[in-house]
């Protein structure tokens, strides 16, 4: 089974500083892996994915990710942080089961704070 | 166009009532999804439909949780008997086809559960 991790359950940015969140991924076959964003009270948004097309994935909101095999890695960041972008961010990989249809495993979730 | 819709938007009821969600997915969208998520817990499948198939109901904590899904469109989600430990936020997704690893699921912004 695949899994995912956020290495850190908070990180806090100033304004304008770049935004980095973390995420590894353990799986055994080339990985579906998305970033998905969670304002307080909302349901989650895409913010971008990766299907082995291109390593560097951009996505909404001036966020884009790399998709590091050797590193096992799929870091979300951002240069430039902005106070609407406090919230919630999930890493997701998208596994098989064994009805041969996919499912999402989640990460815990980062909660990035925005200071002024 | 339109989203994922979920209704009521909040719920609040006493335990040992029983209480129906209401998902409505995106036009099109073959694959259904019911997730819960609770502070401390991230976020949990509970139940999946993919067409005319058999649901994969793996995910249901209880007998107490049903799930349908009518005319391939809409989804009831149906807790029995409420317990304080069902209040959460039930969360709703639909994606294109749930057997293809790369294909997104958009969620709607749920429902939050509170049970007295």
């Known amino acids: 089974a695949q899994s995912v991790t956020q290495l850190d359950s908070h990180v806090s940015v100033s304004e304008g500083t770049p935004v980095l969140l973390r995420c590894n991924y353990s799986s055994s076959y080339s990985p579906s892996l998305f970033w998905y964003v969670q304002h307080p009270n909302k349901g989650l948004q895409l913010l971008l994915k990766y299907t082995s097309a291109a390593t560097l994935v951009k996505g909404i909101n001036g966020f884009e990710a790399e998709f590091k095999k050797s590193e096992t890695s799929f870091h979300l960041t951002k240069p430039s942080a902005h106070m609407s972008d406090a919230a919630e961010y999930f890493c997701v990989v998208s596994d098989l089961s064994t009805s041969g249809t996919y499912k999402y495993i989640f990460g815990t979730g980062t909660r990035l704070k925005v200071l002024a | 166009g339109a989203g994922v819709s979920q209704s009521p938007s909040n719920k609040v009821t006493e335990k040992g009532k029983d209480v129906e969600l209401r998902c409505d997915p995106i036009?099109?969208?073959?694959?259904l999804y019911w997730y819960r998520q609770s502070l401390g817990q991230g976020l949990e499948f509970l139940i999946y439909?993919?067409?005319?198939?058999?649901?994969?109901k793996s995910g249901l904590p209880s007998d107490r949780f049903s799930a349908e899904r009518t005319g391939g469109s809409v989804s009831t989600l149906t807790i029995q008997r409420t317990q304080q430990e069902d209040s959460a936020v039930y969360l709703c997704?639909?994606?294109?086809?749930?057997?293809?690893?790369?294909?997104?699921?958009?969620f709607g912004d749920g429902t939050r559960l509170s049970i007295l």
């Open positions: 439909f993919q067409g005319n198939s058999a649901p994969d």
């Open positions: 036009s099109g969208h073959t694959a």
């Open positions: 997704a639909s994606s294109l086809v749930g057997t293809v690893s790369n294909q997104p699921q958009h």
